[in-house]
């Protein structure tokens, strides 16, 4: 089982190609002008200024965090998903330039990483707990792998398998110790492996799994050495499950610590248990994949709720004003949920993929394509955002840069290889996984999907083929020609030669609730259509919004909005507020609310916070039968 590269589809379709098409031609060009610390009133960027400076190009000083590096990378593999769809000549020569200079900032023994290069030379591979060199280069082992991919120039390759080979010839059994303090390189080494066909990089992506939590703890090793400094002074607080090192990962039993380790972990473990049919880590990916969705995640796909360690707390504490939600952890939720359909095609690892693409992801980049999301609440209210200390990390708006700034680069990757997700090929069968526009061309077969609204049209071109139809969570499918649905699959046999298929998927509308033991939702209830999880904003709403309540019984009307642009409507419904009446000079009182009726509108979490800063909120108090409460006249 294979998904078909993001390099053989092509993409068609009214929401994600407009998507694409923002990232290729704003999101790229505006995040170049960042890295070259050239935009205005935006949290500076040096991070091409410090390629120069390893280079032996600029005599400046290195300025911005130690894994600034993987900014570029993650920009560079990006750009190389757009030259896959279209051999953009100014892309192409910005990517060109880039390699270039990457390739000379490469130290002769193949190392590279701009910090340690620049900055501390005799700190080179000491300090693995806090260090990033491994995070860096897996995430230029990754733009690596989609350059060639796209392009077929293997210079950049040629750079990620120098430093691979540097890496492999250091760390391993009877070798030195040693695993990242940030996963990222196991799953790259295994794209690597994949393109390449070098067994080592497959071997050095199990030793990093297997050595990790066995024995003494690395990192606790590195604290004790003489000299010992920390490069993030809060690290010294953090244990061994904030790095996914207190246990063997076949060991482990529930998702802990920071958040985007995490899932890159675990992306890594599935990769590497799909390939060597590993049981014991097959099912401890199942585990801890179970528990990251059943107990630890928001309804709008993000994960990691705590500020402080951007990490994972404890079994349903999911609170919606302080939620973290990190961006990165979305996308790394998406690759783990990849990564498990492959071991175990199950429709319910879709499900999640596609409830964390249409909201938490499409949430992170504002419709300019210029400014982002970090974190990602589902609550706010801005005077209290601005006033309280505990919820600093909570932005009203979206921001042009970050100081520490993984998630922009991240989501124009993510959103630009996005496609490659969508289709799998087993032999003679396909899978169609996500129902997007797009077509592709592989092994002798023609595949290409469109619509129209709800209408969707499958044209298949090629030999016999099974083709299987993932229904997606919380729509209808309908069509005469697929049977009914098994494990969540329509399917049909493809006789040979080239046929049409026609169906329809409809999303539904319905409230959500949330398991009785997240406290901070008790009571309340979400709007859902398809995939797309709904908020109400201030723009649309009096405030405040929580003051507003959503009877159980409520139905809902679809309008177009001009400034969605998009096939998303907005949703409306009758429902209630709470009348302030009486409240005067009170803040407690044993008399009963009297609710009064409002029209409530809805729009979709994802495009939240575009028309300035207004009051947001995902969970709106249930309201019960009309009988059981007291209504004003």
Known sequence: MKFVPASCIKLDDPLWSKQFDLVRNVVLPH???????????????????????????SNAQYYGPVFGDSDLYKWLEAVSYCLALDNDPRLNDLCDQVIDLIEAAQQPDGYLNTYFTVVAPEKRWTNLMEGHELYCAGHLMEAAVAHYQATRKVKLLDVACRFADLIHS???????????????????????????????????????????????NIFEEERQQDGHAYIFPEME???????????????????????????????????????????????????LYENTVSRQMYVTGGVGSACS????????????????????????????????????????????????????????????GK??????????????VSSNPMLSHVKTQRQKWFGVACCPPNLARILTSMCGYIYALDNDRLYILSHIG??????????????????????????????????????????DQFGNPSNGYFSLHHAGGKRQYSYSLKPVIRLLRAHPSVSALTGKTCVQRGQTIYCVEGSDNEVPLSALRLPVDAVFTEEKADWLQE???????????????????????????????????????????????????????????????QESE
């Not at 995040?31 to 190009?57: H, P």
């Not at 799953?187 to 003494?216: D, H, M, P, W």
């Open 31 to 57: 995040m170049w002008e960042i890295l070259n610390g050239r935009v205005e009133n935006a949290e500076k960027s040096r991070c091409i200024e410090n390629f120069k400076i390893a280079a032996g190009l």
């Open 170 to 216: 250091i760390f391993g059994t009877d070798k030195r110790r040693g695993y990242p303090g940030h996963p990222e390189i196991e799953l790259a080494l295994i794209r690597l492996y994949e393109v390449t066909c070098k067994e080592r990089y497959l071997s050095l992506a199990g030793y990093f799994i297997n050595e990790r939590g066995v024995g003494k």
């Open 237 to 287: 607080h953090f244990k061994a499950d904030y790095f996914q090192s207190h246990l063997p990962v076949r060991e482990q039993l529930r998702v802990t610590g920071h958040a985007v380790r995490a899932m890159y972990l675990f992306s890594g473990m599935a990769d590497f248990a799909r390939l060597t049919n590993d049981p014991a880590l097959i099912e401890a990916c199942k585990r």
């Open 309 to 368: 360690g951007e990490r994972f707390t404890v079994d349903f504490d999911l609170p919606s004003d302080s939620a973290y939600a990190e961006s990165c952890a979305s996308i790394g939720l998406m690759l783990f949920s990849s990564r498990m359909w492959l071991l175990d095609p199950r429709k319910s690892y879709y499900d999640v993929w596609e409830q964390v693409l249409h909201n938490n992801v499409l949430s992170g980049m504002g419709r300019d």
């Open 371 to 384: 400014h982002f999301f970090y974190v990602n609440p589902l609550e706010v209210v801005p005077q209290t």
């Open 438 to 479: 797009s077509s592709f061309e592989q092994g002798g077969l023609y595949v290409k999907l469109c619509h129209d609204g709800d209408t969707y049209t499958l044209m298949v071109d090629g030999g016999p083929t099974d083709v299987f139809l993932r229904l997606p969570e919380n729509s209808e499918l309908i069509g």
């Open 567 to 629: 096939d998303l409507p907005i949703l409306k419904t009758t429902g209630y507020s709470v009348s302030d009446l009486n409240w005067e000079k009170k803040l407690y009182d044993s008399q009963p609310c009297v609710y009064e009726p409002r029209e409530i509108t809805f729009i979709p979490y994802s495009h939240w916070g575009n028309r300035g800063e207004n009051e947001m909120r995902v969970w709106l108090t249930e309201k019960q039968a009309k009988s059981n409460i």
